[in-house]
């Protein structure tokens, strides 16, 4: 029995019975669902297996729209106990808990994802190759994600949740002060879904830099694509960190080490500075390759080219070199003296020239284009202006001076949503609206989609704007509750009343992509938005092989040159294509990285050792096993673009 | 599978081209990976709380043996892919074999420090110093275990399959992970131990 304890929730509620009951209820019923309508083979065959970038795209999407609503429902649970002074419907360790798995959801369980899988699915048809440089490691990359998300969720009903900030600052997040497993759940989850996104990385350099289609030199690839690279440069430089800062963390808890405790030489700012190197480009990592999608979406419906190419590349380097050098900016208030403070302020504000830059390119796309203005366009003439005082604000933050006044209180949490739900959300679904019908071949209703953007933006204005004044009236962040007297109840409500509207809007979401499954019509061709990059020269939904013909290009809009100046995309005859055959290794190898996280988690030594060894006999399997892939036949590629509507090119 | 015999049979196709640059640039991971530990490494050094300092337990004989261990090694692995490019499987296995010999010695080296380190009262747990220097040794010391068995792995794949495109792209690879280790050596030498005695 003693043996069980550890498993227990260390502080039970209402809440946690119930969600027990629904994860039992969920797994039973997709198990039921899976064997009654005999889809078992269906799904290890197609899904689990697969190494195609478009299917590992969309699992990554499905995954991160999960996440999106736990971490919503997070959301909403902190603003109601806001909502009214003196509430008691959370209390301060639920609280904690909940603002903790919150941050981590939403940034590492659901933006990284969301954004992953918008790469995944569309820089390997941008740049007209078949596939990524390495397939089976991309199916790895998300498996790992997979589990890894999968272990940080099941922290709420086992063991319980981690609760000391995604910051996880220590010596709160040491054994002393947060001594129940949660923030070992942070220290192993984000351990293992941080080596599938070190892998991304080097996969989409390797693909963007390798696999280009003819003619398309680094100056001619689309704007995505060069957010793609350079987050994942990005993402190549700054993960390693933190894989650093949390083994050493996961050594202070499992191990007793003193990296970051107050007593033998350790020093608990080694974690604040390794997690904040780590952290803001990681930020980073989020907005550029959203930077991307505002691109494409704002020259495709301005009908026009992307004003200033060379300057959006230019500042999406700047961006990504500055972005390592000013973390510093996270804890002005924490003892560097005031010298190194005013550097880190100068490189901070510094990084907003770049990003101002950009503002102004795509404002200057808009002015003589002709505006057509679908659902992706609204997000992006939503994401501006709202953006623009998420990132003031920000410079704001960046004077350190001043930020002793705004430090840890309301008026950052407003910055930091201010820039990342336009920033990154709105972007993620104007990309999300926008490549639909090249995933699934049928288009998302416009007007609940219009109706969907609206409440969002507004219930982000009413969410979060008044979290300014609360937050220089000096209410606190990360406190669960506050006393009448201090006057922030009415703002409170403001928010709460915003949550509310952009959680509609969420739902709205959810029901336009059940509306439009069942009623949009199918026929759409290829190319529905009269878009202007290679992904809408091939058919809608993708065929496996992506192009039947590799397309050569001359210029950053290829398929706009084929359609106005003549441009002859696909030329020569069909060819056997080569593909790469599926595996069931990648998602057999994290579903055992589960087990040795849980193990270690919970210091089950021998499990830990026996899954560590089953970790190195997939890796043994893999260096023996000789797999040349298959090949698809002239007569199949002939018989497939027949069925999907004519050949193209 | 197209192969192109102008190039060195490990660049002989796309793919492994594509494998090549992957490395380096995982190869650049590792640069952060360690550079965060030598970052780690420099504010900590001093920070022995009540154990003792670098100074007080480096011990110069087996660092020296070390080193030139695991130099030795990087070179004869050169001289492997040297054998390698000339087609000549045998010279290269006994090189490559002798490359994971000296790897495997050095390693029995380390862990005889390790021991002596614990011995001399600097464990794991004893300061943030202790633990920094355990950690920054260990992570190089797992990568030279890695590589034995992945070594290990290649060797026994020529030996089934002869120099294909395959194994003259692993073994090349293996290289490039192996004389990384080395610089990494250089490093930690200098900047561990030698800093560490003056
Ligand atoms: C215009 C450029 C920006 C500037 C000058 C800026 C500046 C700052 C500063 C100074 C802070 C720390 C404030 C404090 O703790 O008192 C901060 C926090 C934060 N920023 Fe920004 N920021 C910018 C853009 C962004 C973007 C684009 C994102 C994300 C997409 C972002 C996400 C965050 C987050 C998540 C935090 C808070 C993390 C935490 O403490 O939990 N920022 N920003
Ligand atoms: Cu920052």
Partial sequence: ?649 | MKIDHSQPLEYGTEQNKMNILGFWIFLGAEIMLFGTLFASYFTLENRIGSGPSGADIFEITPIIIETFLLLTSSFTIGLAIHAMRLGRQKAMLTFFGITLVLGLAFLSVEIYEFFHYVHVGAGLQTSAFSAILLTTLGTHGAHVTFGLLWGLGIILQIKKRGLTVETTNKSFIFSLYWHFLDVVWIFIFSFIYLKGLM
């Avoid at chain 1, 003693?2 to 260390?10: S, V």
């Avoid at chain 1, 003031?392 to 201010?418: E, I, K, R």
């Avoid at chain 1, 201090?486 to 739902?507: D, E, H, K, Q």
């Avoid at chain 1, 890796?619 to 096993?625: A, D, P, V």
């Fill in chain 1, 1 to 649: 029995m003693e043996f069980f304890e550890r498993f227990a929730i260390p502080h039970p509620s209402p809440a946690i019975y119930a969600s027990m009951v629904a994860i039992g209820l969920t797994v039973i019923a997709i198990i039921a669902g899976l064997t009654y309508f005999k889809k078992w083979g269906y799904i290890w065959r197609e899904w689990l297996t697969t190494v195609d970038h478009k299917r590992i795209g969309i699992m990554y999407l499905i995954s991160a729209l999960l996440m999106l609503f736990r971490g919503g429902v997070d959301a909403i649970m902190m603003r109601s106990q806001l909502a009214v002074p003196g509430n008691t419907l959370l209390d301060a360790q639920h609280y904690n808990e909940i603002f903790t798995t919150h941050g981590i959801v939403m940034i590492l369980f659901m933006a990284m994802p969301f954004i992953i899988a918008l790469m995944n699915f569309v820089v390997p048809l941008q740049i007209g190759a078949r596939d990524v440089a390495f397939p089976r490691l991309n199916a790895l990359s998300f498996w790992l994600f997979f589990f890894a998300a999968m272990l940080f969720n099941i922290s709420f009903v086992v063991g319980g949740s981690p609760d000391a900030g995604w910051t996880s600052y220590f010596p709160l997040a040491g054994n002393e002060h947060s001594p129940h497993v949660g923030t070992n759940y942070y220290m192993i989850a984000i351990q293992i879904a941080g080596l599938g996104t070190l892998m991304t990385g080097i996969n989409f350099i390797v693909t963007i830099l390798k696999m280009r289609a003819p003619g398309m030199t680094l100056m001619k690839m689309p704007m995505f694509t060069w957010s793609a690279l350079i987050t994942n440069v990005i993402i190549v430089f700054a993960f390693p960190v933190l894989t650093i800062a949390l083994a050493m963390g996961t050594m202070d808890r499992l191990f007793g080490t003193h990296f970051f405790s107050i007593d033998n030489g350790g020093m608990d700012m080694l974690w604040a500075n390794l997690f904040w190197v780590w952290g803001h480009p990681e930020v980073y990592i989020l907005i550029l390759p959203a930077f991307g999608i505002y691109s494409e979406v704002i020259s495709t419906f301005a009908r026009r080219n992307l004003y200033g190419y060379k300057s959006m590349v230019a500042s999406m380097v700047i961006i990504s070199l500055f972005s390592f050098l000013v973390w510093v900016h996270h804890f002005f208030t924490m003892g560097q003296g005031a010298f190194v403070n005013s550097i880190f302020s100068v490189t901070t504000m510094a990084i907003a020239v770049p990003t101002g830059i950009k503002i102004f390119n795509w404002l200057f796309t808009l002015w003589k284009g002709k505006i057509v203005m679908t659902t992706p366009m609204l997000y992006s003439m939503l994401f501006i202006p709202i953006f623009t005082i998420g990132g003031v604000t920000g410079v704001m933050l960046g004077m350190s001076a001043a930020d002793y006044q705004y430090h840890n209180t309301m008026f950052l949490v407003a910055h930091f949503h201010l820039v990342i739900i336009p920033g990154v959300v709105f972007a993620m679904l104007a990309g999300l609206t926008y490549w639909w019908p090249k995933m699934f071949g049928f288009m998302l209703n416009e007007r609940i989609g219009k109706w969907a953007a609206w409440l969002i933006a507004v219930g982000t204005c009413v969410a979060f704007f008044p979290m300014f004044i609360s937050g220089l009236d000096g209410q606190a962040r990360r406190m669960y509750t506050y006393s009448e007297a201090t006057g922030f109840g009415f703002w409170n409500m403001l928010s709460f009343i915003g949550a509310g509207i952009l959680a509609i809007g969420f739902v709205l979401i959810v029901y336009n992509i059940y509306y439009s499954t069942r009623y949009a019509t199918r026929d759409i061709g290829a190319d529905p938005w009269d878009a202007r990059t290679l992904e809408w020269a091939t058919h809608s939904p993708v065929p496996e092989y992506n192009f039947a013909i590799t397309p050569e290009v001359n210029s950053s809009e290829a398929l706009w040159d084929e359609k106005k100046k003549g441009h002859k995309l696909f030329k020569g005859s069909y060819q056997e294509i080569h593909m790469p055959s599926k595996s069931g290794v990648p998602f057999i190898m994290s579903a055992i990285f589960f087990v040795f996280g849980f193990a270690m988690i919970f210091s089950l030594w021998i499990l830990a050792i026996v899954s560590l060894l089953g970790i190195f006999a997939c890796l043994i399997h893999r260096s023996f096993e000789q797999d040349h892939g298959y090949h698809i036949s002239v007569k199949e590629i002939e018989e497939t673009e027949a069925k999907m509507g004519g050949a193209k090119g």
